[in-house]
């Protein structure tokens, strides 16, 4: 599962100068936030990576994963790509054949 969080920010421009003059986290015109670090907002609202629940294997020969649900966590503008890795053992099963045969005559490795 691949999850994305999206932030942007809007910098007002002076148009003499072309300096940054501020940010404005609405999206409008007018500065209301002069610390860039804090005018992100993230798109849609949506600053969380929302929690998955590992999907069940069995009937593919698999155990139960050791992580049954990887949990929601909340992202931040400069937070690296985080990778999550669910594992799953594969199930064993034994066999016990019904009706064992003689093997064969050896092959001679000189002579195969």
């Known amino acids: 599962v691949t999850e994305q969080v999206t932030y942007n920010r809007t910098a007002i421009v002076d148009k003499v100068t ?3 003059i501020g940010y404005s986290t609405t999206g409008g015109d007018t500065v209301d936030q002069t610390d860039g670090d804090k005018a992100w907002t993230a798109v849609d609202n949506k600053s969380d990576w929302d929690s998955v629940t590992s999907p069940d294997l069995s009937s593919k ?3 139960a994963p050791d992580l049954a649900t990887v949990a929601q ?3 931040t503008p400069g937070d690296k790509d985080v990778t999550v890795n669910v594992s799953y053992d594969h199930d064993v ?3 016990n054949p019904t009706n064992p045969q003689t093997p064969g005559t050896p092959i001679n490795p ?3």
């Open 110 to 112: 000189d002579d195969p």
């Open 73 to 75: 966590q909340t992202v």
């Open 18 to 20: 072309g300096q940054i």
């Open 61 to 63: 020969g698999y155990l």
């Open 93 to 95: 099963v034994p066999v």
